[in-house]
DNA sequence: CTTAGGG
DNA sequence: CCCTAAG
């Protein structure tokens, strides 16, 4: 089947520059593994790394740069942002990576068969964290397990099980997950440091216009997310900020925005990637 | 497991 | 992106 392939951000692109330039070609690992370098490139593998330099390296000794569409946003300014809270110190072109879903877009976590497009098919760490988050097994989760878990809540592809695993195995790799036995716990990474989610993405995602509390009652919620973000800076907690988000946020009987914002970070920091809304 | 190169 | 060969 063919890959759907993650587009590479600009962000991407420029961490791992700067990754190049400080650790050196060849050191992919250090370059992904790099607290300053992580919060962008944690959804790559040092292959990919390898493979992108590869690519952006014959791209640019090219004597035309075949830039075409593939320049999504020079300049395009964020419609709605609604809070220009914090400013980016490093002039990033962040630009907005991508429109909010203001609608009611469903999160892939009940299904959606509505979707009968088979292009959908979103097999990320996303499902598997949303495995770990939602059925709370201490003990860990087998693969059969988790298969079995996506399926239901998910359409998945024939080769879904392949995918699977190798997505299992490259998470336990990348530290992300603890393979214990025949089961796969998440892992708490504790070298990697405590700030790196809330120092960059949150940096970026507040500039970008998706942070924008105005009540006290939001800002709590938010605030105790990231909390839980903050303790483990993975993917994972993304789930996990989001179901305490929805707490309180059910608490409040708030529940559009914030929730949304939530969303939209369980979006990048489990995939990396922004899902660009067709 | 990490790199490098070919597919 | 995936796979395979080397280190």
């Known amino acids: 089947m063919g890959n759907p392939k993650q587009k590479w951000t600009s962000e991407e692109e420029e961490a791992l520059r700067a990754g190049v330039a400080k650790h050196g070609t060849g050191k992919w690992k250090d370059i992904q593994r790099d607290p300053e370098f992580n919060p962008f490139l944690f959804t790559r593998s040092n292959i990919d790394l390898k493979d992108k330099w590869r690519n952006m390296s014959v791209a640019s000794g090219q004597g035309g740069p075949r830039e075409k569409s593939r320049t999504p946003k020079p300049k395009a300014a964020n419609p709605d942002a609604l809070a220009p809270a914090a400013q980016l110190a490093t002039a990033q072109p962040l630009t907005a990576a991508a429109p909010v879903a203001r609608d009611a877009a469903a999160i892939p976590t009940v299904d959606d068969s509505s979707k009968g497009d088979a292009k959908n098919t979103l097999m990320s760490n996303a499902m598997i964290f949303e495995a770990f988050s939602t059925l709370k097994e201490q003990n860990g989760l087998d693969t059969n397990t988790i298969a079995n878990f996506i399926e239901q809540r998910h359409e998945v592809p024939q080769n879904f099980r392949r995918i699977l695993s190798t997505r299992l195995r490259r998470l336990v790799q990348q530290d992300k997950l603890e393979k214990v036995q025949n089961c796969f716990k998440i892992k708490s990474d504790a070298s990697s440091g405590t700030k790196t989610f809330t120092d960059s993405q949150l940096g970026k995602l507040q500039n970008a216009g998706y942070v924008k509390y105005n009540d006290p009652v939001e800002e709590a919620a938010v ?19 989001i179901k305490e988000a929805e707490r309180i946020s ?9 929730l949304q914002f939530a969303k939209e970070i369980f979006e990048k920091c489990s995939q990396g990637e922004v899902v660009p809304i067709a």
């Open 223 to 241: 605030a105790a997310a990231f909390k839980v973000a903050d303790a483990e800076n993975r993917s994972f907690v993304a789930a996990e900020a």
């Open 250 to 258: 059910k608490l409040a009987e708030d529940t559009d925005s914030m």
